[in-house]
């Protein structure tokens, strides 16, 4: 003889759910038309809140590479020596150096070039500097 257990969820029309918050077949009734004639109409219309569509990314443009500013670790001014197609130095400044490729740091050893020292002194004064007007604190130890 075989014992038959009686079911605990009550045997009434509607399925027994406790944790969910919403019945699973929800009638929704939506109006497209009243759809079709905003989306048209908001062409015309200014927007209400000019930095609602506004997309807020710091983005480093640094020779012919553009990078996020949250993959750049490390900025340095560096210096080395060419001989062809004749020996002088080369003054230069490099992003990620030293670093092996991942996730955080998609794109290493980013170097552009200068002839002479100050011109590279230059563009890392103005990169420093436009660096801290987009709202990066540099703390400077002298």
Known sequence: MTKVRQSQIPEDNKTYFPNRKSPRNKKVDYDL???ED???DSEDDEPKDPTKNVICRVMIEFGRTMLNIYQV???DRFEEFVEH???HWEYGIVIN???TPSVQTPKTDIKQMWENEAGRDRAYEKLKEVLE???ILILKIE
Do not use: M
Request: proline content about 6%; charged content about 30%; cysteine-free.
């Open 133 to 135: 007007h987009a709202g």
């Open 85 to 87: 197609p004749e020996a």
């Open 33 to 35: 038309e009243d759809d």
């Open 38 to 40: 905003d989306f048209f």
């Open 97 to 99: 150096q030293g670093f």
């Open 73 to 75: 670790q490390t900025i």
